[in-house]
């Protein structure tokens, strides 16, 4: 289970209940709580631009994926196009999460959302980056100068660059750290 790292941040705590029945156990972050780091009146535009980019990245790999092109009946340029899903899917919940979320946040929220936003973008660029150059190594084998092997690889590069995109405003303008205090009021 991949939250068991998180249940030191969480104690048991016995609460009433009204219905009659007696007690019940519920959990209570006890944890350390987070803020992004992101600049005052700039966390708007920071998830602005990784909301675009990361829809983008989304219609470049629908898009390449509806082309019929030589290049994907070549496994060293499937795979990689294949493979750039998984991370292109993990980069839209992170970004999902990070709109979503809340300052202060608790542990396991920096990390489903910031740090996996981040991990993830950098993987899909390396993969979607792969399969673009792949896709020119088809091309100057195969001689195949295509118009649906041009746009294959012209959506591919730009989804690596969308997603290189979305690291780099990560990595710049998202400053994690810890807080040293939190109101009590916040920390649902």
Not at 38 to 44: E, K, L, M, T
Not at 50 to 64: E, Q, S, T, W
Not at 165 to 171: A, D, E, G, I
Request: charged fraction near 20%; aromatic fraction near 12%; charge should be positive.
């Amino acid at each position: 289970m991949s939250y068991k790292k998180y249940v030191k941040d969480y104690k048991a705590k016995l609460v009433s209940v009204n219905d009659g029945r007696g007690m019940k156990e519920i959990y209570v972050y006890t944890g350390d709580y987070f803020t992004a780091g992101i600049q005052d009146g700039q966390r708007g535009r920071v998830l602005a631009t990784i909301v675009v980019c990361c829809i983008g990245c989304i219609l470049c790999f629908a898009g390449a994926g509806l082309i019929d092109c030589g290049g994907m009946r070549q496994f060293y340029v499937a795979v990689p196009f294949a493979v750039s899903l998984l991370p292109l899917g993990m980069m839209t919940a992170g970004v999902w999460r990070c709109v979503r979320e809340k300052e202060p946040l608790k542990r396991e929220a920096v990390d489903h959302s910031w740090h996996r936003t981040k991990g993830m973008s950098m993987f899909a660029a390396i993969a979607a980056g792969i399969s673009a150059v792949a896709s020119v190594v088809y091309m100057l084998i195969a001689k195949d100068f295509s118009g649906g092997q041009i746009v294959f690889t012209l959506l591919m590069a730009l989804f690596a660059g969308l997603a290189f995109w979305v690291w780099q405003t990560v990595q710049k303008k998202c400053n994690i750290h810890q807080l040293e205090e939190v109101k009590s009021g916040q920390n649902s």
